[in-house]
């Protein structure tokens, strides 16, 4: 037998010629896994405490410490947050999953919180220095091991969301994600590409031809398993059974037109989303209905619609072909039975009909009111209302964005010449991928591996210009040891230099640079923030809840049952996250959006409660009918705190009004001598978010500051001044807390006699716990019987067991002046909480 075609010689023949390749992926691995560990020193911070990056980050500790604290149980349904309604999870289980594994087995079975938080914030790095092994296939699929590596080096290095959402510590699934769609797409893509060389028809598996569709079907099978990995990283996985679909679809039709049988395609769609179909089902929630944000029925029905899509166009294609009928006819009956599918779906099911119709513009669509004032969730290239690509830009760099629409162009040219079907599905994954960082730029960590893969291909097909492999074959057969390297270069061209040096400078260094200096470390959430929610956990009362255990989400109608002594926080939801996982107290919003309250489709519709409605509010009055109304228990607020911060009254405070649908009016034009300039308005300063940040709720009867951290340099003072020339005010024009915690109380009711409609003052000197000390000042007129009343907020005695420990109070008694007379008088805490009556 002849040793050379010897199956074993084969394999070490494979083995041998691989390993070089092998060996390269591994070290890019490590290149990027070293990119993804610098930010070290801002998440493992020198006192032990380990600060993860972004609000997300920490939900996902928080479900991940639960887990463990019940393994394999899991947190469904929470109600320390969105008080006092709860929220559903809607974070798949795997990402979480796969982080419980690993700490428990690093931990024998007991990891201790620095073992859980070490892994946590290890785990998205990891996952994306791997992503480069799937980016390395595709791209040698595509074009060779030469597209495949340069692919898997500008994985390594691509900039943007991408590398932001695997630094170390950025411990959330959108880097799982990334991960898992993009093996998907390699092993269906690996299926398709042997089912094809294989010549596979549907007979083969009647005639048992096990050798013809055993490899196809084994990426098959893989290429589902990695789709419903996705799929329990994020029920939003649809979109890449969408990809599927519609690349499906188009490879169909081209095949028609080539007289080719597509069997390879549906036998490799359906075996891939029967698996999916059959993964998925004991993760549903079948009180969830046919919900894309909730594992519901929705995953099963589509996967095995994808498998009937899969089978139904290879039976069309079938018939096209008994029948002889014209190619052109193909596109035309199934475009014809798609428009009857989906009239069928409208009479017999409305709401998989609506599904099914709003589900594109929910990835592809621009974002508008509240919903486009989410960093995420706004379009990659829409600042305002303004079209620009400078966020495109600078997440992909410039070079990298136009080399993947150039590569997309040459795929395009390809489709026409007869592209090979993994070329079309790679066109058509990243067409749909560039729409969808349209619709919303969270996706650009979808695009950074298209992104990767078009600028490798390029590359390559510029070294093939060059005649790169002739050097390659060259190089394998004349350098046989280090000394043969000086004969070999001899052989290398000038335009071969050229072409390499173009492609690191073009391509390479951008992203390599940009990788450096974005992988700094982040200061989200800051020190202020970290430092206010530990106080809320250490200085506010329990609000009675087992932090770690699960809980049975409500009957459907029905409220949770929370304890009398719970409560809500009231603040933007950007920070609710942070006050749940860091202050063990329950946010009203969150940033699943919840809890905002507003409009979303007209400014006729009803103003809901929530944190938007309450920090516009124009009164106090108005603020505090907004808490009440949070409850649905007339004898309950919303929520007993409030925390503001610098940004929520100044750099975001514009996005509030978004979710109400009423945005005109907080600022106007002021002529500065050289032109007009936009300064904040009455209405701006009359709203409950500056009342409290800016003037530390002075005035306010039901309103107190409790607890404020240290300043930072803001324009909080321009914003002062401002307020000083329009109102004639006198106000310090300083900065104060960054962040500041107000208790929201019945209030001490103060009454006395003084002259009939006499004007009466009261007011104390507030000291703060940062040592700041503000004037706290009411003014009222006495009734016709010179009776007046006052309600405070504050008490002048101290905080009492149980309650809020404040370090933030009077430094001495109320002082009540009218006329020539003046009278102290000091307010005790039970009198505060309580709303008691205090006569002068």
Known sequence: MDSENHPVSTFKSRIKSSLPYTLAVAIIGFVALWIRMRPYDSVFLANGFVKFTSNDAWYHMRTLNVLLENYPARMFFNPMTNYPNGSYIHFGPLYDQMMAITALVLGLGNPGQDLINTVGAYFPAVLGALTVIPVYYIGKYLGGHKTGVLAAILIAFAPGQFLSRSLLGFTDHHVAESLFSTFFIMFFMLAIITAKKTNFHFEDILNKNFTIFKEPLIYSVIAGVMYSAYQLSWPGASLFLLIALVYALIQYILDNFHGESSDYLGFTGIITFLVSAILILPFVHSDMGFSLYYYSWFHVATAIGAMAGFGFLSFIQREFKNRNLKAYYYPLAIFGIGILGLIAAKVISPSIYSLVINAPYTVFGVQTGGAATIGEASSMFYYGN???????????????????????????VNVFRKAKPEEVLVLVWSILMLFAIYGQNRFAYYYSINVAVLSAYVGSLLLEKVKWNELSQKFKSSVKSPGDISGFLKFVKIEQIIAVLAIVVVLIYPVYGAALEQSTGSNDPNEPWIETCLWLKSYTPDPGMDYNAIYEAPEDGELFDYPDSAYGVMSWWDYGHYIEMLGHRMPNANPFQAGIGGRRGSIDEENQPGAAT????????????????????????????????????IDIFLAMPEWTLDTEGYSEPYWTGSGYQYIPSARYFNSMESRLHLLDGNGLKRYRLVHETWAYQTQETWYKQVYNFLYGSSIPEVDTGYVKVFEYVEGAKITGTASPNEGVNINTTILTGQ?????????????????????????????VSGETQFDTAPSGPYVISYGDTTREIRVGEEAVLKGEELKV
């Open 386 to 412: 303004s079209f620009t690509l400078s966020r495109a830009l600078g997440n992909f760099t410039a070079s990298g964005f136009l080399a993947s629409i150039l590569g997309m162009i040459i795929l395009l």
């Open 771 to 799: 040592g700041r000390t503000f004037e706290y000042s009411q003014s009222t007129t006495s009734d016709s019987g010179g009776r007046y009343e006052f309600t405070v907020p504050y008490s002048t005695e101290g905080p």
């Open 614 to 649: 309450f920090l516009t509010a124009q009164s106090e009055e108005e603020a505090t009918s907004v808490l009440e109304a949070i409850h649905p228990d007339p004898d309950k607020a919303g929520a007993r705190y409030i925390v503001s911060d610098e940004r929520m009254a």
